[in-house]
């Protein structure tokens, strides 16, 4: 399953706590992808960046602004940045690609700012099912709470790979947590993207030449 098949984001999730969700509005949200980056040359246990900056290009507030992150093949099945052993009779077929050092948002935040970061937890509306600030409960999701019309929210997960080979990482992006409020593009589909990364296996190896100065050999 694709990320494009992923109905409701976060009807696959797993999580418990109250729900999130009870008065999420009903309706689409027009969104933008203002950025999408996370390299496609990786080498082990060098700590990288994805980075996912998305703008509410509608006239409404976003109710809660989320991405969820999942598998080639599994979709929401497998944890985030991990990918499913196939292998029978294994009590958990995850394993991590990445290891996540810093997710989005700090710890206790629900609301974005001015400046698409998260603001303090106002109404403890946040879960503790997931790994960073943005938590929600859904393994798989982070959310960033209300956008307003025109305002951008930028998701970055720190990761540091610790699987070598080409990996291929889903996500999606929705307007709420529990399918009711959907983003959309601007011909009404779901948005969501995919990065192909190669992780070589062999750690960077450097030098430090005559000037002083510390070189990166390919």
């Known amino acids: 399953m694709t990320a494009s098949t992923v109905v409701g984001l976060v009807l ?4 418990g706590g109250s729900n999130q969700a009870s008065s999420e509005p009903s309706g689409n949200f027009p969104v933008d992808v203002a950025a999408a980056t996370f390299p ?3 080498r082990l246990a060098e700590h990288t960046d994805m980075v996912i900056a998305i703008r509410n290009a509608g006239t409404k507030p976003i109710p809660d602004i989320a991405v969820t992150i999942t598998d080639a093949n599994e979709g929401t099945g497998a944890q985030a940045f991990s990918e499913d052993l196939d292998m029978p009779g294994v009590a958990y077929a995850s394993r991590p690609v990445w290891i996540l050092d810093q997710a989005p948002c700090p710890a206790n935040a629900s609301d974005i700012t ?3 970061e ?20 859904y393994s798989n999701t982070w959310a960033m709470g209300r956008l ?11 990761l540091t790979p610790v699987k070598a080979g080409v990996h291929v990482v889903h996500y999606q992006i929705a307007a709420g947590l529990n399918g009711k409020a959907k983003a959309v593009a601007g011909g009404g589909q779901p948005v969501n993207g995919t ?3 190669k992780i070589a296996s062999a750690p960077q190896q450097s030098y430090v030449n005559d000037a002083g100065q510390v070189v990166n050999q390919p």
């Open 12 to 15: 696959t999730g797993c999580g």
């Open 118 to 137: 998260c603001a303090p937890l106002d109404q403890g509306v946040r879960q503790t099912g997931g790994p960073g600030g943005a938590v929600t409960a």
């Open 40 to 42: 496609a040359d990786q």
């Open 195 to 197: 990065f192909v990364v």
């Open 148 to 158: 307003k019309p025109g305002q951008i929210a930028t998701f970055k997960w720190g």
């Open 114 to 116: 001015s400046d698409g």
